[in-house]
């Protein structure tokens, strides 16, 4: 079946450093795509779509990339605080009229 | 900021109880989803909703799940009777694509214990 998947399970980066999340998709048809972040205990937060019109979209301090070619996601979080220490999560959907298909995650610590 | 908001936190339930997870989207969304997260696992889509009618669902949603909306308000999940297997977090979630607004709203959840 068709999926959305993750390279890296586990990701440290120093306080202050950048840090990159990759996501691999299989859906040629999906066309919308979102970065969700999620403390433990919570629910998934929205950080960051894009649509598969675009392969860059900047937000603050986070910048998600689209290669339609290769089917990959990324997510580039700029000088990483301990705040942003959570799991990762990308996202897919067809037009988000169709239901969320989540990858496994991406645990990011970030070490002081 | 508007918020998805649900209750119970946490539900602790007999095996084979029915349980009902609440749920109070967004006020002007007009869809709304029940997504369920098992421990250390992926989140994984359960029903979505539209229109007072369930638009999609997953192998998930078996017999056992259904959802209601009894109001202008509340959107609700019931298990009729749990299984052990039925443990996890779930997530309600909303969003206005008529208005553009595609990204879907999580709430904080309910942990779901079937002992």
């Known amino acids: 079946g068709e999926s959305v998947g993750l390279h890296l399970p586990t990701l440290s980066v120093q306080e202050g450093d950048n840090s990159i999340i990759n996501c691999a998709y299989s859906n040629s048809a999906s066309d919308y795509f979102i970065w969700y972040k999620q403390e433990s205990g919570k629910g998934p937060q929205f950080i960051i779509d894009?649509?598969?019109?675009?392969d860059k979209r900047q937000g603050q301090r986070v910048t998600v990339l689209l290669n339609k070619t290769v089917k990959h996601l990324s997510l580039q979080i700029a000088a990483t605080q301990p705040g942003d220490s959570a799991v990762y999560f990308c996202?897919?959907?067809?037009?988000?009229?169709?239901?969320?298909?989540f990858g496994k995650g991406t645990r990011l610590s970030v070490i002081a | 900021e508007p918020e998805v908001t649900q209750t119970p936190s946490h539900q602790v339930t007999q095996m084979g109880q029915e349980v009902i997870l609440r749920c109070v989207p967004i006020?002007?969304?007009?869809?709304f989803y029940w997504y369920r997260q098992i421990l250390g696992q992926k989140v994984e889509f359960l029903v979505s909703f539209y229109n007072n009618e369930i638009s999609e669902k997953s192998e998930i949603f078996d017999d056992q799940f259904s959802v209601e909306r009894p109001d202008g308000s509340n959107f609700t999940l019931k298990i009729r009777s749990t299984k052990l297997e039925d443990s996890a977090m779930y997530f309600c979630a909303s969003n206005n694509l008529d208005l553009g607004v595609a990204e879907a709203f999580f709430g904080q959840g309910t942990r779901l214990t079937v002992v």
């Open positions: 996202a897919e959907s067809y037009s988000g009229n169709t239901p969320l298909v």
């Open positions: 894009i649509r598969s019109n675009m």
């Open positions: 006020s002007n969304h007009l869809y």
